[in-house]
């Protein structure tokens, strides 16, 4: 089954740059996809648009269908849950106060009870590496340690979908492997 379907998709900027030009895309469930590029070429620009966060531009009918379904201003929450978007710099994605409180921020808009969000965020800082730092504030933390809260946080939203934008960008060698280990024993379950 088709995961991401994306047919001419054309986005420009309100200053007038063009970042994307008649995209086609097709990514099947349970597929890796890596998408590679100069600074520019308009990869975080397409991932924006993977769940909705920047809106195609207007043509008679949708150019992005997730999981089968239309991305339209009425699908659009139902999308955001199927899609997880780790952002390219933690710094634009983190903005609670305790780390505790950023990774259930998703789960928290979502229609669950106080114990599902318990149970989302602690199982996601495990996953991630960073139980005991749900009282830290994430400020404070490293850049390694930022992206895996923000990686937390996709993951407690239990999205069908995840996507990464340059998860190792800033990172150093050991950043590095460490999150890309994470990432494999990620896939593994």
Known sequence: MTAIKIQK??????????ALE?????????EKV????????????????????L????????????????LTTNNLLKIRKMVGLLFQDPDDQIFC???????????SQQELTKTEINSCVNNALQEVGLAG????????????????????????CQADILVLDEPT??????????LITLLGKLKKT
């Open 9 to 18: 998709l054309n986005f420009s900027y309100s200053d007038g740059h063009t």
């Open 22 to 30: 008649n995209i086609h895309l097709e990514i099947n469930e349970r």
């Open 34 to 53: 890596g998408i590679i590029g100069p600074n520019g070429a308009g990869k975080s620009t397409l991932f924006l648009h993977f769940n909705g966060i």
């Open 55 to 70: 809106p195609p531009a207007k043509i008679k009918e949708p150019s992005i269908h997730v999981g089968g379904i239309p």
């Open 97 to 107: 106060p305790t780390v505790w409180e950023d990774v259930a921020f998703g789960p």
């Open 133 to 156: 730092f749900e009282k830290r504030a994430p400020h404070h933390l490293s850049g390694g340690e930022k992206r895996r809260v923000c990686l937390a946080g996709v993951l407690a």
């Open 169 to 178: 960008s800033n990172l150093d060698p050991r950043g590095r492997r460490e």
